[in-house]
């Protein structure tokens, strides 16, 4: 959609969000840097410009259909191979 991202680093977020690029990632549990991240892209609108034509331009290149398509097709060969073993 084009939005600049915030989230909390946990989990597999960070490998979708890089902070200070096209989004920013805060501390789990810390509201306080949750609402200065938000004040910080609420105050600053070429910064959310540019993180989300950042985030848009990330999600074109990661998750094509192609490369979507490809995903289950590795897991099967990756069982196999290891079936083999």
Do not use: H, Y
Request: glycine share 10%.
């Amino acid at each position: 959609c084009g939005l600049p991202l915030i989230g909390s680093a946990v989990g597999g977020i960070p490998a979708l969000v890089t902070s200070g690029v096209n989004g920013l990632l805060v501390p789990p549990s810390d509201p306080q840097a949750l609402a200065s991240a938000i004040n910080a892209l609420a105050a600053d609108p070429a910064l959310r410009a540019r993180m989300g034509e950042a985030s848009r331009a990330a999600v074109l290149r990661q998750f094509t259909w192609e490369g979507i398509a490809r995903q289950p097709a590795a897991i099967f060969k990756d069982v196999v191979v290891q079936r083999r073993r």
